[in-house]
């Protein structure tokens, strides 16, 4: 479905000034539920990354959640299959949740960046990441915004430099940020937004680590997620 969507409008590339533009705002449905805007997110145009993803990656979760799990794009598998975190990360990230003593009924999982970023290996077919890059992740913002102004949550949780980049800004540096419940940054220019922000490591910083790291790497994040956790409570 998502593959045809793709098809469709890559006829009409060409004829698309807008391509370029970097924003995401103009495909973003005004007063949608989460289903629309997971259905407009198939046509987003907002930069030139859905050139080379097999489909747009929406959030995945129940739209009253209290908890939001922000990470930094799909990987291979979630392109493939539609949805977030369904990889090893996200084996690692529902580990660690349940852990942690969070609900995962009460979460949503999404991504800053909705459309996988990468690039060939030289040989064969594998798919390598590459890190979405300031205009990539400012592009992709208004359907962040969109679906956190719908859920309204408690405690979000930015996994990585991406996703804290995507709420705070370029400044933003989970090392020296993490663990500590933050406030909610403004999400649309405007007040501060309500509830909490708690930021740790990306779980695919624990799959890439040294054998004689990962542990205290993975103890990291369960530690930083039961911060949320008593938030929640």
């Known amino acids: 479905m998502a593959r045809q969507h793709k098809d469709r409008d890559e006829d009409h590339d060409e004829a698309r000034p807008d391509d370029e533009a970097y924003d995401a705002g103009p495909y973003v449905p005004r007063g949608a539920g989460l289903d629309a805007l997971r259905e407009a997110a198939h046509g987003c145009r907002g930069c030139p990354l859905h050139r080379d993803a097999t489909q747009s990656v929406f959030g995945s979760g129940d739209a009253s959640a209290r908890l939001v799990l922000v990470g930094e794009q799909p990987g291979d598998q979630e392109d493939r299959k539609g949805l977030p975190f369904v990889g090893p990360a996200g084996g690692v990230l ?130 930083d997620l039961r911060v949320a956790a008593r938030l929640l409570r």
């Not at 940054?185 to 680590?209: K, N, Y």
Request: proline share 7%; glycine share 10%; with cysteine.
């Open 94 to 223: 529902m580990r660690a949740v349940d852990e942690a003593g969070i609900d995962p009924t009460e979460t949503y999982v999404t991504n800053a960046v909705k459309h996988f970023k990468f690039e060939p290996a030289p040989r064969g077919k594998r798919r390598i990441h590459k890190t979405p890059g300031l205009r990539e992740i400012g592009a992709c913002k208004p359907w962040l915004v969109a679906e956190l102004q719908l859920i309204d949550p408690e405690v979000v949780v930015a996994l990585g430099a991406t996703a804290g980049k995507a709420l705070y800004g370029s400044s933003f540096r989970v090392s020296q940020q993490r663990g500590m419940a933050l406030p909610m940054p403004a999400l649309d220019g405007g007040a501060a937004g309500e509830g909490v922000l708690v930021a740790t490591i990306h779980p695919s910083a624990v799959l890439r680590a040294d054998d004689a790291d990962r542990a205290a790497m993975y103890a990291g994040l369960v530690a």
